[in-house]
């Protein structure tokens, strides 16, 4: 099927992309031991003393001093910015120790280097009004019905945008990787009548999506019914308002589609939107046959036949077969048969298209496990021209989507919304080589060939932590390795301190996790390491606030690596990063989107 003629919004060049990528990594790359550093080595290691010159509460001050980039630094933001400037941020930190010296300057160079201001993002509503074209967007439920506050807002935003790709490629296949609960997957195949697939690895989702479909469709429908008692009110009260001759006839098509509506409550593959007008089927075929000449009257006949048949195949475009009648003989007269033969013509049509519709309007939850080198023709046997979407995909599950998207010919299109940095695959984090697995990052060419590696702590970076809870484990590391001489340990204390009462309890707590011995440990030993440490717990604080700060920076990095990994690729149409979500909602609120060249098959 051919794209429509609109275009697209302007995407960031290939050229553009990478140069704000080699920005961004040289600002990172700076602040990388900053940014790798464990907290819970914090006193252990004297990180405060190897990393940071202010004193913490000069840092503190200085980032809550720190608002908007309204700085003369500012003034050539984007792509277009001089290359000076990058210099001056890099002397946020000493060229020699390492450490950071300006933190004014670093947190304006955060900023700096943030998606929106390097200019490489595309406006959502730009992306939105291009695809929408002369179409009008579907009229339906919202999700927050269903959903909590945040799911309802990522869902909305997300599955208008699926669906306006769908329809920009001509496709009515969705395959949705990760899609846990089935939320997006139900929402796409109920509010836009999609045919989706729901990949996920955990068959305890997969059963949940199944159920939890099942009762989303029976809410969606009493929705629908609330709505259909609406229209059938309004097409009375037009009655009453406007009686012609005519009027019971038309009163008999109206209650005869409203009831075969109704059918549509013992049907789970259909969902009836609220497309039907304002105006009622009584008013759409009234005759004032009062005041008109006979010439008035043929011409205002055809005139709202005309419009009669535009709004009942409205309508009868998301209704199933079986809602549909065929007028007979027995609803005109003989002088109107040639007009009501095209009528039914035109239903006859609108029959298969209605099949097509009820037949594509299905949500598939499916259990697999996806790589880079899944086989979707394994694993969806009737496998056609269709686009991958991902909402929060974990880990290397957003990049694999990405590779199997520019892999596959069948696949036109994706949107990717990633999360879970800190579980993604590093090939230069470890020195063991392994040439044939598939990492999560680098994905482009140009930080492959740099060797780049974030590490697991700098994408743990926006995990803000209570700083209580952070202070509560460096003083447990301190006593781990003092008391016991353990510096490594490949067990976790995990989420200990939301269920301890005080130190001493979480200390107890957290040695039997890691499975050490603690009746050699007297409270009052527990509680002499935090009074000793506790003077220093604004040191914690502050070390921790300059890693969320830099936490954006590493998420730009990996979105730029992803974006240019894509504009690598020659069947490449159309690629850019969108910021879907509100941020303060869901933080993780960037897409990356995709669409191929029309001639790949």
């Known amino acids: 099927m051919s794209r429509p003629s609109r275009a697209l919004p302007a995407q ?32 252990t290691r004297g990180l405060w003393q190897r990393l940071v010159a202010p004193r913490p509460d000069a840092v503190l001050e200085a980032l809550r001093a720190a608002g908007p980039l309204a700085h003369p630094l500012a ?20 060229e020699n120790s390492e450490k950071l010296v300006n933190v004014h300057l670093f947190a304006l160079a955060a900023k700096y280097y943030s998606l929106s201001n ?82 996920d690895c955990s068959s305890s989702n997969t059963n949940g999506a199944h159920e939890r479909n099942r009762k989303l469709k029976k809410h969606w429908r009493a929705y629908q019914s609330r709505g259909k008692e609406s229209l059938k009110s309004q097409s009375l009260e037009m009655a009453n308002d406007r009686p012609v001759e005519n009027e019971i006839n038309c009163r008999t098509i109206s ?18 939107q609220d497309l039907v007008p304002s105006c009622g089927f009584t ?61 039914q013509r035109k239903m006859t049509s609108l029959k298969t298209k209605a099949r097509k519709s009820s037949e594509s309007n299905l949500y ?35 990049a694999n989507t990405l590779r199997i998207f520019t892999a596959k010919p069948e696949i036109k299109a994706v949107c990717s919304v990633g ?12 020195q063991e080589e392994c040439h044939d697995q598939v990492w999560g990052f680098p994905m482009c060419q140009y930080l492959k060939n740099k060797g780049w590696c974030c590490g697991r702590n700098a994408r743990m970076s926006a995990c803000l932590l209570p700083t209580e809870s952070l202070f509560y484990r460096a003083v447990l590391q301190v006593i781990v390795e003092e008391i016991y001489g353990v ?10 301190f939301s269920k301890s009462s005080s130190f001493v309890d979480y200390v107890r707590r957290s040695l039997k996790k890691l499975e050490l011995d603690d009746s050699k440990l007297p409270d009052s030993c527990i509680m002499d390491y935090y009074e000793k440490y506790k003077h220093r717990m604004n040191e914690l604080e502050a070390f921790n606030m300059l890693k969320v700060v830099l936490a954006p920076c590493i998420e730009v990095l990996i979105l730029l690596d992803r974006l240019c990994y894509l504009k690598e690729q020659e069947n490449i149409a159309w690629s850019g990063l969108v910021k879907l979500f509100d941020p303060v909602k869901s933080p993780r609120c960037y897409a990356v989107i995709a669409l191929k060249n029309q001639s790949c098959s």
């Open 12 to 43: 960031p060049a290939p050229a553009a992309a990478a140069r704000a990528l080699r920005r961004a990594a040289r600002f990172v790359r700076r602040a990388l031991p900053l940014c790798r550093a464990h907290t819970v080595e914090f006193f």
């Open 75 to 94: 003034a050539g933001s984007g792509a277009a910015a001089a290359p000076c400037d990058d210099d001056i941020f890099s002397s946020a930190f000493c």
């Open 118 to 199: 390097l200019g490489v993002c595309t406006p959502l509503e730009d992306v939105l009004e291009a695809l929408k074209g002369d179409s009008e967007g579907a009229i339906g439920i919202k999700p927050d019905e269903f959903m909590n506050n945040k799911k309802s807002h990522e869902v909305q935003v997300m599955s208008e945008l699926v669906d306006g790709i769908a329809n920009y490629c001509g496709i009515k296949q969705v395959i949705d990787i990760g899609s846990g609960k089935g939320y997006l997957s139900s929402f796409l195949s109920m509010q836009y009548n999609l045919k989706v697939y729901g990949i």
């Open 255 to 272: 209650e005869e589609l409203l009831h075969n509506a109704n059918s549509l409550q013992n049907q789970d593959q259909v969902i009836i």
């Open 283 to 343: 008013e759409m075929a009234t005759l004032e046959t009062n005041t008109e000449t006979e010439a008035d009257l043929v011409t205002e006949t055809q005139s709202h036949e005309t419009k009669l048949s535009e709004e009942v195949l409205a309508i009868l475009n998301v209704l199933p077969v079986d809602a549909i009648e065929d007028f007979s003989s027995s609803h005109c007269n003989c002088g109107e048969l040639c007009e009501e033969e095209k009528v």
């Open 364 to 398: 598939f939850p499916l259990t697999s496990c996806i790589t880079a080198e899944t086989e979707l023709n394994d694993i969806i046997t009737d496998l056609e021209d269709c686009m991958m979407v991902g909402l929060h995909t974990c880990g290397d599950l957003a």
């Open 419 to 430: 999360c879970c940095y800190h579980l993604l695959s590093e090939q230069f984090e470890n």
């Open 487 to 496: 510096t490594k340990s490949d067990r976790h204390v995990g989420k200990t």
